[in-house]
Protein backbone atom coordinates (compact mmCIF):
# COMPACT_ATOMS: atom_id res chain seq x y z
CA UNK A 1 0.00 0.00 0.00
CA UNK A 2 0.63 3.92 -0.27
CA UNK A 3 3.41 5.18 2.44
CA UNK A 4 3.81 8.47 3.87
CA UNK A 5 4.00 10.99 1.23
CA UNK A 6 5.81 14.46 1.72
CA UNK A 7 5.60 17.23 -0.50
CA UNK A 8 7.25 19.06 -1.47
CA UNK A 9 10.51 16.82 -1.65
CA UNK A 10 12.79 20.35 -2.21
CA UNK A 11 11.37 23.71 -1.22
CA UNK A 12 13.88 26.89 -2.00
CA UNK A 13 12.61 30.18 -0.25
CA UNK A 14 14.41 33.52 1.20
CA UNK A 15 14.97 34.35 3.91
CA UNK A 16 11.39 35.92 5.89
CA UNK A 17 9.48 34.17 3.86
CA UNK A 18 6.37 31.90 4.59
CA UNK A 19 6.06 28.10 3.70
CA UNK A 20 4.21 25.09 4.26
CA UNK A 21 4.92 21.65 4.02
CA UNK A 22 2.21 18.62 3.87
CA UNK A 23 2.38 15.24 4.78
CA UNK A 24 -0.23 12.47 3.94
CA UNK A 25 0.15 9.86 6.42
CA UNK A 26 -0.30 6.28 5.60
CA UNK A 27 -4.37 5.31 5.56
CA UNK A 28 -5.79 4.84 8.93
CA UNK A 29 -2.90 5.88 11.28
CA UNK A 30 -3.82 8.21 13.89
CA UNK A 31 -0.69 9.14 15.13
CA UNK A 32 1.40 11.35 13.17
CA UNK A 33 5.11 12.88 14.09
CA UNK A 34 7.18 15.98 12.43
CA UNK A 35 11.25 15.75 13.11
CA UNK A 36 13.85 18.23 11.83
CA UNK A 37 17.36 16.70 10.35
CA UNK A 38 19.60 18.93 10.59
CA UNK A 39 22.40 18.06 8.20
CA UNK A 40 25.11 15.74 10.04
CA UNK A 41 22.41 15.12 13.12
CA UNK A 42 19.77 12.97 13.93
CA UNK A 43 16.44 14.09 13.29
CA UNK A 44 14.80 15.96 16.37
CA UNK A 45 11.26 16.36 17.55
CA UNK A 46 9.28 18.89 16.69
CA UNK A 47 5.12 17.95 17.19
CA UNK A 48 2.70 15.18 17.98
CA UNK A 49 -0.89 14.91 16.33
CA UNK A 50 -2.91 11.98 17.87
CA UNK A 51 -6.17 12.06 15.82
CA UNK A 52 -7.07 16.00 15.05
CA UNK A 53 -4.97 17.22 18.27
CA UNK A 54 -1.37 18.40 18.67
CA UNK A 55 -0.73 16.35 22.02
CA UNK A 56 2.66 17.65 22.22
CA UNK A 57 4.21 20.48 20.63
CA UNK A 58 7.20 20.85 22.88
CA UNK A 59 9.51 20.46 20.07
CA UNK A 60 8.76 23.43 18.19
CA UNK A 61 11.90 25.64 18.17
CA UNK A 62 9.70 28.25 18.70
CA UNK A 63 5.95 30.47 17.93
CA UNK A 64 7.10 31.12 13.95
CA UNK A 65 6.68 26.98 13.75
CA UNK A 66 3.03 26.20 13.57
CA UNK A 67 1.45 22.54 12.62
CA UNK A 68 -2.29 21.30 11.78
CA UNK A 69 -4.03 18.46 11.11
CA UNK A 70 -7.79 19.49 10.74
CA UNK A 71 -9.67 16.43 9.88
CA UNK A 72 -7.07 14.00 11.69
CA UNK A 73 -5.05 13.21 8.10
CA UNK A 74 -3.40 15.29 6.43
CA UNK A 75 -1.12 17.43 8.18
CA UNK A 76 0.98 20.62 7.12
CA UNK A 77 3.67 22.51 8.98
CA UNK A 78 3.93 26.24 8.71
CA UNK A 79 6.70 28.13 9.11
CA UNK A 80 6.54 32.01 9.04
CA UNK A 81 9.40 34.52 8.55
CA UNK A 82 11.91 32.01 7.75
CA UNK A 83 15.49 32.42 8.61
CA UNK A 84 18.62 30.29 7.61
CA UNK A 85 19.09 28.27 10.26
CA UNK A 86 15.28 26.42 9.53
CA UNK A 87 17.20 25.04 6.57
CA UNK A 88 17.31 21.18 7.01
CA UNK A 89 14.90 18.17 5.84
CA UNK A 90 11.85 18.05 7.56
CA UNK A 91 10.80 14.16 8.45
CA UNK A 92 6.78 13.20 8.60
CA UNK A 93 6.15 10.17 10.56
CA UNK A 94 2.61 7.98 11.44
CA UNK A 95 1.60 4.89 13.27
CA UNK A 96 -1.51 3.20 14.38
CA UNK A 97 -0.83 4.10 17.82
CA UNK A 98 -1.95 1.02 19.13
CA UNK A 99 -2.05 1.46 22.92
CA UNK A 100 0.56 -0.15 25.17
CA UNK A 101 3.32 -0.68 22.68
CA UNK A 102 5.85 1.39 21.00
CA UNK A 103 4.23 1.06 17.52
CA UNK A 104 6.63 1.32 14.29
CA UNK A 105 7.19 4.63 12.98
CA UNK A 106 6.70 5.19 9.16
CA UNK A 107 8.81 7.53 7.30
CA UNK A 108 8.14 9.80 4.40
CA UNK A 109 10.98 10.91 2.57
CA UNK A 110 11.06 14.38 3.83
CA UNK A 111 11.08 17.90 2.72
CA UNK A 112 14.33 19.85 2.09
CA UNK A 113 13.84 23.33 3.40
CA UNK A 114 16.70 25.75 1.83
CA UNK A 115 16.40 29.56 3.22
CA UNK A 116 18.41 31.42 1.03
CA UNK B 1 15.03 12.87 29.81
CA UNK B 2 16.64 10.80 27.32
CA UNK B 3 19.32 10.97 24.80
CA UNK B 4 21.36 8.25 22.70
CA UNK B 5 24.81 8.25 22.00
CA UNK B 6 26.58 6.96 18.76
CA UNK B 7 30.12 6.15 19.32
CA UNK B 8 31.38 6.27 16.01
CA UNK B 9 30.23 8.51 12.95
CA UNK B 10 31.70 6.78 9.87
CA UNK B 11 32.58 3.05 10.03
CA UNK B 12 34.33 1.94 6.88
CA UNK B 13 34.41 -2.08 6.65
CA UNK B 14 35.27 -4.79 3.84
CA UNK B 15 32.46 -6.66 2.46
CA UNK B 16 31.56 -10.06 3.91
CA UNK B 17 33.23 -8.85 7.24
CA UNK B 18 31.20 -8.40 10.44
CA UNK B 19 30.46 -5.09 11.76
CA UNK B 20 29.22 -3.27 14.86
CA UNK B 21 27.73 0.04 15.60
CA UNK B 22 27.31 1.01 18.79
CA UNK B 23 25.13 2.94 20.46
CA UNK B 24 24.11 3.63 23.90
CA UNK B 25 21.72 5.42 26.01
CA UNK B 26 20.78 7.30 29.17
CA UNK B 27 17.19 6.99 30.26
CA UNK B 28 15.63 7.38 33.81
CA UNK B 29 12.69 5.54 32.28
CA UNK B 30 11.95 2.16 31.09
CA UNK B 31 12.60 2.23 27.25
CA UNK B 32 11.72 1.17 24.01
CA UNK B 33 14.98 0.88 21.43
CA UNK B 34 15.35 1.15 18.20
CA UNK B 35 17.28 0.92 15.09
CA UNK B 36 16.74 2.89 11.60
CA UNK B 37 18.42 2.45 7.99
CA UNK B 38 18.69 5.38 5.68
CA UNK B 39 19.80 4.16 2.56
CA UNK B 40 21.20 6.88 -0.01
CA UNK B 41 18.05 9.03 -1.14
CA UNK B 42 15.69 7.03 0.58
CA UNK B 43 13.47 7.78 3.69
CA UNK B 44 13.91 6.14 7.08
CA UNK B 45 13.20 2.27 7.45
CA UNK B 46 12.93 0.68 10.49
CA UNK B 47 15.96 -2.23 10.86
CA UNK B 48 14.47 -3.75 14.10
CA UNK B 49 13.18 -2.65 17.57
CA UNK B 50 13.26 -3.89 21.00
CA UNK B 51 10.45 -3.64 23.42
CA UNK B 52 10.79 -6.35 25.88
CA UNK B 53 11.42 -9.98 26.37
CA UNK B 54 14.38 -11.46 24.96
CA UNK B 55 17.70 -9.14 24.58
CA UNK B 56 18.58 -10.44 21.27
CA UNK B 57 16.35 -9.01 18.61
CA UNK B 58 16.66 -10.10 14.72
CA UNK B 59 15.94 -7.64 12.17
CA UNK B 60 15.57 -7.41 8.33
CA UNK B 61 18.68 -8.01 6.15
CA UNK B 62 20.27 -10.09 8.49
CA UNK B 63 20.96 -7.73 11.14
CA UNK B 64 20.51 -8.08 14.99
CA UNK B 65 21.03 -5.97 18.18
CA UNK B 66 21.56 -7.22 21.53
CA UNK B 67 19.67 -5.10 24.31
CA UNK B 68 22.02 -4.35 27.34
CA UNK B 69 20.41 -2.53 30.69
CA UNK B 70 23.53 -3.00 32.72
CA UNK B 71 25.49 -1.26 29.94
CA UNK B 72 22.89 0.83 28.48
CA UNK B 73 23.83 0.11 24.77
CA UNK B 74 21.91 -1.48 21.97
CA UNK B 75 24.47 -2.23 19.72
CA UNK B 76 23.76 -3.08 16.16
CA UNK B 77 25.80 -6.01 14.40
CA UNK B 78 25.38 -8.29 11.01
CA UNK B 79 28.03 -10.94 10.63
CA UNK B 80 28.84 -10.36 6.99
CA UNK B 81 28.03 -7.17 5.07
CA UNK B 82 27.26 -6.44 1.65
CA UNK B 83 27.68 -3.44 -0.62
CA UNK B 84 24.16 -3.35 -0.52
CA UNK B 85 24.09 -2.21 3.08
CA UNK B 86 25.88 0.88 2.53
CA UNK B 87 23.53 3.55 4.51
CA UNK B 88 23.13 5.58 7.08
CA UNK B 89 22.26 3.59 10.39
CA UNK B 90 20.75 5.34 13.28
CA UNK B 91 19.97 4.43 16.99
CA UNK B 92 16.92 5.63 18.22
CA UNK B 93 14.80 5.51 21.75
CA UNK B 94 11.23 6.22 23.05
CA UNK B 95 9.95 6.47 26.64
CA UNK B 96 7.43 4.07 27.73
CA UNK B 97 4.05 3.85 27.90
CA UNK B 98 3.19 7.27 29.68
CA UNK B 99 4.94 8.79 26.95
CA UNK B 100 4.12 9.95 23.21
CA UNK B 101 6.60 7.58 22.13
CA UNK B 102 8.46 10.33 20.37
CA UNK B 103 11.94 9.21 18.83
CA UNK B 104 14.65 10.83 20.64
CA UNK B 105 17.47 9.87 18.00
CA UNK B 106 21.17 9.80 17.50
CA UNK B 107 23.72 11.55 15.03
CA UNK B 108 23.70 8.41 12.91
CA UNK B 109 26.66 5.90 11.75
CA UNK B 110 27.63 5.71 8.18
CA UNK B 111 28.50 2.55 7.01
CA UNK B 112 31.00 2.56 4.40
CA UNK B 113 31.62 -1.17 2.54
CA UNK B 114 34.85 -1.46 0.96
CA UNK B 115 35.02 -3.88 -2.17
Known amino acids: GAGVSQTPSNKVTEKGKYVELRCDPI?????LYWYRQSLGQGPEFLIY????????DSGLPNDRFFAVRPEGSVSTLKIQRTERGDSAVYLC??????????????FGPGTRLTVL | AQSVTQLDSQVPVFEEAPVELRCNYS??????LFWYVQYPNQGLQLLLK????STLVKGINGFEAEFNKSQTSFHLRKPSVHISDTAEYFC?????????????WGAGTKLIIKP
Open chain 1, 27 to 31: SGHTA
Open chain 1, 49 to 56: FQGTGAAD
Open chain 2, 27 to 32: SSVSVY
Open chain 1, 93 to 106: ASSLRELGTADTQY
Open chain 2, 92 to 104: AVSAGPDSNYQLI
Open chain 2, 50 to 53: YLSG
